[in-house]
Every structure is written in C-alpha cells, then in structure tokens.
C-alpha cells in the first residue's frame, strides 16, 4: 500500500476505476516493451524488409482506423498514440540498424549518400510528429497536420519499399537479413516512444546515445495514454 502511495503521482495515473476507460480494443497504460516485442526479437525467422514493410501497413491501418472513428474522440486519442509509438520506435530502429546497413554494403555504389537522404526524411517526419503529439486530435488543424504525417510517410515508405530494400534483398543474405531483423526488433523494443526531433540523426552511435535514454521517461509517461492494438503483426 506504501508503494503504491509513492508510485501514484509518479505514473499520474487518474484514480479512476481503469474498467470505465477501456473500450474493447484499448490498451489501458500500457509500458513497453510488450511481453511479445522483445521475445520476438530473439526468434524471428522473417527477414528485415518483412518487418519494415508490416510496421508501414500498420502506420496506414491505423489511419484508416483513425478516420472510421470520426466522432469517437477516445478511440481517436488512442489510436494516434499508437501510431505516434510506432512511428518513433520504427525509425530509430532503421537509422541505427537498417540505414547502417545501406552504408556497410555501400548499396547503389552510394550507401552513405542514401542512407543521409533517409535520415533527413526521418527528421521532416519526426519534425511533424512532434507537433501532432502536442495536439488534441479536436484541435483545429490537428486532421491536417495528421495528414502531412501520412503525406510525408507515405512518400518516404514507398521509397523504402521499391529501392533500399530490393537492393539490400540483393546484397545480403536470407541469414544476415534474419540477423538484422533480431537487431531492428531488439532496438525498437527499447527506443524512446515519442519522437525527439532534437535528436542527432546521424551517425548513429550519437542517435543511440542521445535517443536511448530518453526511453524510460517517455515509458513512464505512457503510464498516462491509453494505446489502440496493434492488428499488424510486427
Ligand atoms: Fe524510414
Ligand atoms: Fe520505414
């Protein structure tokens, strides 16, 4: 009872019955990682581009979710925060484990230069995506900045999908791609759930050490938010 004294205004959690919040397909405060998250980690078979590619069609359910949700501001509240968390993690799980990856194997005989051109876009998107999270999804403009967001994503995604990752498909193997995906899983699992666009973006021992541990204060502010499911497998 003591410590539950102590750790309520820590988790500022509201002293309500949680039952009453928690419509059917949301997560009461949830903290991360997820049981599930960090043990897929260690036993993924799936190469990287498979991963990579659900967390994008994650990012575009949500949004369909969010607009069938007109008028349900809770359900609406909570499923932009998920989609804020997964957005966050995935990117720095990309900058430090896939983008190095463009490097090391120089892919298009200019690893570097793409793997730059993809952080940029990544700031542009967390640049955005810490506006939106400032925002009540009733703010007025909050629908157009959510859908700069989706814009932006969208447009870097298809990228992603039709160029890196064929290329890297091409330049290592299933086995390494696997190896890479027990990586991107593991860093997501323990990357910082907001976006921090103050964040160095390169290279990435700097994001890692200015980006990590940050993680725990953003977790610990997750104690406050209500997370919709996630209905793309990782
Ligand atoms: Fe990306
Ligand atoms: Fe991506």
């Known amino acids: 009872m003591y410590t539950r004294t102590l750790l309520r205004p820590l988790l500022a959690r509201p002293i309500v019955p949680v039952q009453r919040l928690v419509p059917l397909t949301v997560r009461y405060g949830s903290t991360f990682p997820q049981p599930t998250q960090a043990a897929d980690s260690f036993r993924t078979e799936t190469p990287v581009e498979e991963h990579i590619i659900n967390d994008h069609r994650s990012f575009e359910e949500l949004y369909d979710r969010f607009k069938a949700n007109e008028g349900n501001t809770e359900e609406q509240s909570a499923i932009i925060n998920e989609l804020v968390r997964e957005v966050a993690q995935h990117s720095i799980a990309e900058e430090t484990v896939v983008y190095p990856a463009l490097e090391n194997t120089n892919a298009f005989g200019k690893g570097e230069s793409i793997a730059d051109h993809l952080r940029q876009e990544h700031y542009q998107v967390k640049k955005l995506l810490y506006k939106l999270d ?20 969208k447009e870097h995604a298809e990228e992603e999908e039709s160029k890196e990752l064929p290329e890297l498909q091409k330049l290592l193997s299933k086995e390494e791609r696997i190896g890479l995906s027990r990586s991107f899983l593991r860093r997501k699992a323990i990357s910082p759930t907001r976006p921090h666009p103050g964040a160095p973006d390169k290279p990435p021992a700097l994001e890692v050490a200015a980006g990590l541990p940050v993680a725990p204060i953003d977790k610990l502010r997750d104690q406050a938010r209500n997370f919709a499911e996630r209905r793309v497998p990782q």
Do not use: A, C, I, K
């Open 134 to 153: 400032s925002m009540e999804v009733t703010d007025p403009g909050f629908n157009s900045t959510l859908s700069q967001v989706m814009d932006t994503l």
